[in-house]
């Protein structure tokens, strides 16, 4: 499939060639970097390069992970466009097509990739979270060696020519490591939230915070924001052997070409998931007490944790609500603080307007869908029944 422009003007991020690890966490909460020759050492980048047929690469791949006996993949068919919408998307009304991944062996896989040119299907396959050890040892990813390994995830995406992953953004360091094929990524940095429509916190893309805006087919009299977001947009063709570095909260538009693309992402957490569950636990209780509030009684609040909270000044009334979301706030890096302040801003102050209007349901929608639940999202519900995973250190020792 050809790589059709943009439909708006952006700038190409800056490129890094063999920086230094100090010289790369620089960067790791600065601006998205393409990074060439952290990939080097990796078996892998030249074993696919040595194969010249599809069926080569594929047996490549299936020395990576064949010996796992089931994989689970995607098929959309050829009138979704190749646009991938996951079944935790509440309501398909914004288009593309939801669909159950399918299970099988490597050689089912290989086989609908391959007939993917015939049929018109789009395969993808995203297969779970790799060991670290697969990771570190198998690929040699050096530019993990400063973090934790109980703090990073790691996964193969797989697919044939063609998927679109629409706007999401992650809290974590994201290291999308291109081992075959090309991808394009438009990013927007995370001051843009306000302009970027953010769907309702239990509309997810892939498990991610997203979008209804579709930016391959813009609706800018529905999103009229939008434009202002453009102004600041990034975009990264990233090629085999190259990485892309996205720092946490940037959003980012991710377009797969090639007959077969493969790439593997390194996800590193910066804040432990306890302080993970207590940020959204004081957001949803600030969310949920100020829905239905005044516009006057939310100003009041607002400037209360304005001066209480993101300032940390002294002053002579309160509420509940700020001296908790005060204690959580105090024991975040600058990132998160910079991010969490955004997220009352734009839901529970509602600063912007009355958030998530351009889905059904809306704010009031949210909260009727998550009552009873510990919080309005739900990862950081399922990281309150995950003890184990409350227990994990972060993947970067030192965020910033």
């Known amino acids: ?41 990796s078996g892998a980048l030249d074993a696919f390069r040595a194969q010249g047929t599809l069926d080569g690469k594929l047996a490549v791949l299936e020395a990576q992970l064949g010996e796992r006996p089931q994989h689970y993949f995607c098929v959309l068919p050829p009138e979704s466009g190749g646009h991938y919408r996951p079944k935790l998307v509440v309501s398909d009304a914004e288009g593309g097509v939801a669909v159950m991944p399918e299970q099988g062996s490597f050689a089912d896989f290989a086989d609908r990739l391959k007939a993917a040119v015939r049929t018109g299907e789009y395969v993808y396959m995203q297969n779970g979270m790799l060991e670290q050890s697969h990771v570190r040892e198998k690929l040699r990813f050096d530019f993990l060696s400063f973090s934790d390994p109980l703090g990073v995830e790691s996964k193969f995406w797989v697919g044939s020519d063609g998927q679109v992953v629409n706007l999401h953004y992650d809290d974590c360091i994201n290291f999308i490591c291109m081992f075959e094929g090309t991808k394009r990524v438009t990013m927007f940095p995370p001051e843009q939230l306000a302009n970027l429509y953010h769907a309702p916190l239990d509309v997810l893309g892939g498990g991610a915070p997203t979008t209804p805006v579709h930016l391959l087919n813009l609706d800018l009299e529905r999103f009229p924001r939008f434009r202002t977001a453009m102004e600041h947009a990034c975009v990264a063709v990233v090629e085999p052997g190259e990485a892309l570095l996205i720092p946490p909260f940037w959003w980012h538009h991710v377009e797969s070409f090639g007959a077969m693309h493969v790439m593997v992402n390194s996800f590193i957490t910066t804040i432990p998931s306890t302080a993970t569950l ?20 939310r100003n009041r609040e607002r400037e209360l944790f304005r001066r209480r909270v993101f300032a940390g000044e002294e002053v ?60 309005l999202y739900p990862n950081a519900n399922m990281l309150a029944e995950m003890p184990d995973v409350m227990e994990l250190p972060a993947g970067d020792p030192a965020p910033r």
């Open 1 to 41: 499939m050809p790589m059709k422009p943009l439909p708006f003007s952006a700038r190409p991020v800056r490129r890094l060639e063999r920086p230094s690890l100090e010289e790369l966490r620089e960067w790791h909460y600065r601006e998205p970097v393409i990074v060439r020759g952290l990939l080097d050492a």
């Open 278 to 297: 207590e940020l959204w636990k004081d957001l949803s209780a600030g969310i949920r007490a100020l829905a239905k509030a005044t516009p006057q009684e």
């Open 316 to 375: 002579s009334e309160s509420s509940a609500l700020a001296e908790q979301a005060r204690v959580t706030f105090q024991k975040l890096p600058g990132s998160w603080r910079e991010h969490v302040a955004r997220l009352w801003e734009a839901f529970a102050f509602q600063t912007h307007g009355a958030p998530f209007e351009e889905t059904a349901g809306g704010l009031s929608g949210l909260i009727e869908r998550q009552a009873g639940q510990l919080t």
